[in-house]
């Protein structure tokens, strides 16, 4: 079945550095990426869908000059949290759709990267 | 999307099976019901969907009435390792757009 890789799966670092989550479809091909983020016992909320050679849409709410959102091919889609600060911590999620396989194929996730500031 | 209604919380013992209730009362008739369920720190994982028949896989069966109002995932052996919040989410199938996640159903499975 379809497989989506994120990393890295956990991640702690200081506050004012980036981090870069990659999320990978490996064996299929995604022009639409999505991210998500999940804060202690919440729902998963949207915060952009990347689009493979264009920019990425933005949720209402989320700094598009904070969270850098690169889809360069078909397979990748990378989210950098840029001078992150402790509020920033939360689990990333994001998801991939086969859309070669039918109209009604479900999305995949990927595991998740865990993102603590200090 | 479709809007859907879960319960928040249900218990099961480990070895029954576990039927999992939604409500999808406007439901359109190109829309799918997909079930996901999501293991605590990990990343939801897909289960199973449908449209108007029934459905099963291994890991679940997924029954939707006739009038498509409402369906049931059933875990027809429950074990420990599948307590986890389960969610339903109806939409178009082809839709392009990402999944609307509701607050689900947390499941509890006991010894």
């Known amino acids: 079945g379809a497989v989506v890789s994120q990393h890295p799966s956990w991640v702690i670092c200081k506050s004012g550095t980036s981090v870069k989550i990659e999320c990978r479809s490996l064996d299929f091909q995604a022009t639409t990426m999505f991210w998500y983020r999940q804060f202690p016992k919440q729902s998963l909320m949207l915060m952009a869908t990347s689009n493979e050679g264009s920019k990425a849409t933005y949720e209402q709410g989320v700094e598009k000059d904070k969270f850098l959102i690169n889809h360069a091919s078909l397979t990748l889609s990378t989210l950098t949290v840029t001078s992150a600060h402790p509020e920033d911590s939360s689990f990333y999620i994001c998801?991939?759709?086969?859309?070669?396989?039918?109209?009604?194929?479900?999305?995949?996730f990927g595991d998740g990267t865990r993102l603590s500031i200090l | 999307d479709a809007k859907t209604t879960q319960p928040p919380s249900m218990d099961c013992a480990e070895g029954r099976a576990a039927n999992l209730p939604c409500n999808h009362s406007t439901i359109s008739g190109n829309e799918y019901v997909y079930w996901y369920r999501q293991i605590h720190s990990q990343g939801p994982q897909y289960i199973i969907h449908g449209l108007k028949n029934n459905e099963t896989n291994e890991m679940a069966s997924l029954i939707i009435t006739e009038d498509r109002k409402s369906s049931t995932l059933i875990l027809p052996h429950a074990t420990l390792r599948d307590t986890a919040v389960y969610y339903c989410i109806v939409r178009v199938g082809n839709s392009g757009y990402a999944l609307n996640f509701g607050k689900g159903t947390s499941l509890l499975v006991t010894p």
């Open positions: 998801s991939a759709r086969d859309q070669g396989t039918g109209e009604s194929q479900p999305q995949h």
